[in-house]
């Protein structure tokens, strides 16, 4: 079955440069959310979008913006990196009508050097 | 958002049950229990959810006390893959809503 898909797997970014993440949920899967895991540390909510719109908001930098795509796919935009920027970036998606579980990407891994 | 509660760490030996708890004593009437378990490097996977009643899948049982202010994952017998950490996480009725992780469970598996 189709899983959610993340790109790049990996990424090198330096101090104060850019980065574009991107993440393809699972067909017919209309929220999408966005996760930080810093090293050592759980999950970090934050944002989602339902229906290519904004639904929550939680813990993002100013920095940090994201958007979902027509068709469902999402991007995180990060600027102004910093060092502290450096984890794990999860993607889920799930359906909302019914009750279902949230399925996750493998991540991409940041690294500011 | 409710908050649950679960042990820092777990040890099991292989081939034998695994009884993961969770306290969860502020959920409110419409949060679902649902269960996510995280290998190292790895994006957290599905394990179970359910809202009252106890949930049996391929993978795992999930016990909800009648009150609905713990509850317990059930690994069957754990294998060494099992080894990851495990968190219990209350999510709310409405469509859209996240998941917050807390601290889950360090479930060390032995040979």
């Known amino acids: 079955a189709a899983g959610v898909i993340q790109s790049p797997r990996h990424l090198i970014k330096e101090k104060r440069e850019t980065a574009t993440l991107k993440c393809y949920p699972i067909?017919?899967?209309?929220?999408v959310y966005w996760y930080q895991q810093g090293p050592g540390q759980d999950p970090q909510f934050l944002i989602s979008?339902?229906?290519?719109?904004?639904?929550d908001k939680g813990s993002i930098p100013d920095r940090f913006s994201a958007q979902q795509f027509s068709d469902y796919h999402s991007e995180l935009n990060m600027s102004s990196l910093e060092l502290g920027d450096s984890a794990l970036y999860f993607c889920a998606s799930s359906r909302t009508r019914g009750s279902y579980g949230y399925t996750f990407g493998s991540g991409t891994r940041l690294t500011v050097v | 958002d409710a908050k649950t509660t679960q042990p820092n760490s777990m040890e099991s030996n292989e081939e034998e049950p695994v009884h993961l708890p969770c306290n969860h004593s502020t959920i409110s009437g419409t949060d679902y229990i649902h269960w996510y378990r995280q290998l190292p490097s790895q994006g957290p996977e599905y394990v179970i959810h359910g809202l009252t009643s106890n949930v049996n899948n391929r993978m795992a049982s999930l016990a909800i006390a009648e009150d609905r202010k713990s509850s317990t994952l059930i690994l069957h017998r754990a294998t060494l893959r099992d080894a990851a950490v495990y968190y219990c996480?209350?999510?709310?009725?409405?469509?859209?809503?996240?998941?917050?992780f807390g601290t889950g469970t360090l479930l060390a598996v032995q040979p």
């Open positions: 996480i209350l999510r709310g009725g409405g469509a859209t809503n996240k998941l917050i």
């Open positions: 067909p017919r899967h209309d929220t």
């Open positions: 979008f339902y229906e290519k719109m904004q639904s």
